[in-house]
Protein backbone atom coordinates (compact mmCIF):
# COMPACT_ATOMS: atom_id res chain seq x y z
CA UNK A 1 0.00 0.00 0.00
CA UNK A 2 1.20 3.66 -0.97
CA UNK A 3 -0.01 6.71 0.54
CA UNK A 4 0.15 9.86 -1.79
CA UNK A 5 -0.23 13.58 -0.54
CA UNK A 6 -0.11 16.53 -2.91
CA UNK A 7 0.98 20.05 -2.12
CA UNK A 8 2.19 22.85 -4.04
CA UNK A 9 -0.95 23.77 -5.68
CA UNK A 10 -2.44 27.59 -5.99
CA UNK A 11 -3.56 30.56 -8.14
CA UNK A 12 -0.66 32.15 -10.41
CA UNK A 13 -1.00 34.23 -13.03
CA UNK A 14 -0.59 33.59 -17.49
CA UNK A 15 3.56 32.94 -18.18
CA UNK A 16 4.04 31.79 -14.42
CA UNK A 17 5.32 28.95 -12.35
CA UNK A 18 4.52 26.65 -9.99
CA UNK A 19 6.27 23.46 -8.51
CA UNK A 20 4.08 20.37 -7.31
CA UNK A 21 4.94 18.01 -4.98
CA UNK A 22 3.64 14.59 -3.98
CA UNK A 23 5.02 12.78 -0.97
CA UNK A 24 4.80 9.08 -0.72
CA UNK A 25 4.46 7.07 2.25
CA UNK A 26 4.17 2.92 2.50
CA UNK A 27 5.87 0.93 0.81
CA UNK A 28 9.39 1.29 -1.10
CA UNK A 29 8.78 4.36 -3.06
CA UNK A 30 11.69 4.05 -5.36
CA UNK A 31 9.93 0.87 -6.77
CA UNK A 32 7.12 2.65 -8.17
CA UNK A 33 7.10 4.43 -11.36
CA UNK A 34 5.33 8.11 -11.11
CA UNK A 35 2.73 9.66 -12.93
CA UNK A 36 1.19 13.25 -12.61
CA UNK A 37 -2.65 13.84 -14.21
CA UNK A 38 -5.19 16.29 -14.52
CA UNK A 39 -8.71 16.53 -13.95
CA UNK A 40 -10.30 20.28 -15.14
CA UNK A 41 -14.06 21.08 -15.01
CA UNK A 42 -16.19 18.74 -16.85
CA UNK A 43 -13.52 16.99 -18.43
CA UNK A 44 -11.62 13.28 -18.08
CA UNK A 45 -8.66 13.48 -15.84
CA UNK A 46 -5.89 12.76 -18.49
CA UNK A 47 -2.01 12.03 -18.40
CA UNK A 48 0.87 14.95 -17.70
CA UNK A 49 3.97 13.23 -17.29
CA UNK A 50 5.37 10.41 -15.63
CA UNK A 51 8.71 9.25 -14.20
CA UNK A 52 10.37 5.56 -13.76
CA UNK A 53 11.38 4.07 -10.83
CA UNK A 54 15.32 5.35 -10.82
CA UNK A 55 14.74 9.28 -12.69
CA UNK A 56 15.96 7.72 -16.08
CA UNK A 57 13.32 7.54 -18.14
CA UNK A 58 10.11 10.02 -18.39
CA UNK A 59 7.45 10.68 -20.32
CA UNK A 60 4.83 14.18 -21.16
CA UNK A 61 1.84 14.76 -22.67
CA UNK A 62 1.85 16.72 -25.66
CA UNK A 63 0.51 20.20 -24.23
CA UNK A 64 2.92 20.12 -21.69
CA UNK A 65 6.41 19.37 -23.40
CA UNK A 66 8.97 22.12 -23.03
CA UNK A 67 7.02 23.76 -20.05
CA UNK A 68 6.47 21.16 -17.63
CA UNK A 69 9.65 18.80 -15.50
CA UNK A 70 9.28 15.71 -13.84
CA UNK A 71 11.78 14.27 -11.45
CA UNK A 72 11.55 12.52 -8.24
CA UNK A 73 14.00 12.02 -5.36
CA UNK A 74 13.79 8.77 -3.92
CA UNK A 75 16.07 9.51 -0.87
CA UNK A 76 13.09 11.86 0.12
CA UNK A 77 10.50 9.79 -1.63
CA UNK A 78 9.23 13.02 -3.33
CA UNK A 79 7.77 13.62 -6.82
CA UNK A 80 7.94 17.00 -8.11
CA UNK A 81 6.41 18.48 -11.28
CA UNK A 82 8.04 21.69 -11.95
CA UNK A 83 5.19 23.58 -14.16
CA UNK A 84 6.75 26.95 -16.24
CA UNK A 85 4.76 29.72 -18.33
CA UNK A 86 1.58 28.00 -17.43
CA UNK A 87 -1.23 28.93 -18.86
CA UNK A 88 -5.19 29.00 -18.35
CA UNK A 89 -5.55 25.81 -19.53
CA UNK A 90 -3.27 24.72 -17.40
CA UNK A 91 -6.31 25.15 -14.79
CA UNK A 92 -7.14 21.65 -13.37
CA UNK A 93 -7.29 20.00 -10.23
CA UNK A 94 -3.51 17.55 -10.16
CA UNK A 95 -3.51 14.55 -9.15
CA UNK A 96 -0.29 12.18 -7.81
CA UNK A 97 -0.42 8.19 -8.99
CA UNK A 98 1.78 5.38 -8.09
CA UNK A 99 2.25 2.70 -10.68
CA UNK A 100 4.07 -1.02 -8.89
CA UNK A 101 5.76 -1.43 -12.58
CA UNK A 102 9.21 -0.65 -14.35
CA UNK A 103 7.57 0.98 -16.84
CA UNK A 104 6.42 4.80 -17.59
CA UNK A 105 2.79 4.88 -18.58
CA UNK A 106 0.40 7.05 -19.54
CA UNK A 107 -2.81 5.00 -18.96
CA UNK A 108 -5.10 5.60 -15.72
CA UNK A 109 -5.71 2.25 -15.40
CA UNK A 110 -2.02 1.37 -14.97
CA UNK A 111 -1.70 3.08 -11.94
CA UNK A 112 -2.88 1.42 -8.53
CA UNK A 113 -2.73 4.56 -5.75
CA UNK A 114 -3.65 8.19 -6.25
CA UNK A 115 -3.78 11.22 -4.33
CA UNK A 116 -6.42 13.49 -3.43
CA UNK A 117 -5.03 16.26 -5.79
CA UNK A 118 -3.82 20.14 -5.68
CA UNK A 119 -5.94 22.47 -7.40
CA UNK A 120 -3.77 24.67 -9.63
CA UNK A 121 -5.35 27.66 -11.12
CA UNK A 122 -4.16 29.89 -13.89
CA UNK A 123 -5.21 33.50 -14.37
CA UNK A 124 -5.39 34.98 -17.99
Known amino acids: QVQLVESGGGLVQAGGSLRLSCAAS????????MGWFRQAPGKEREFVAA????????KYADSVKGRFTISRDNAKNTVYLQMNSLKPEDTAVYYC?????????????????WGQGTQVTVSS
Open 97 to 113: AAADSPFVGSELGEYEY
Open 51 to 58: ISWLGGST
Open 26 to 33: GRTFSSYA
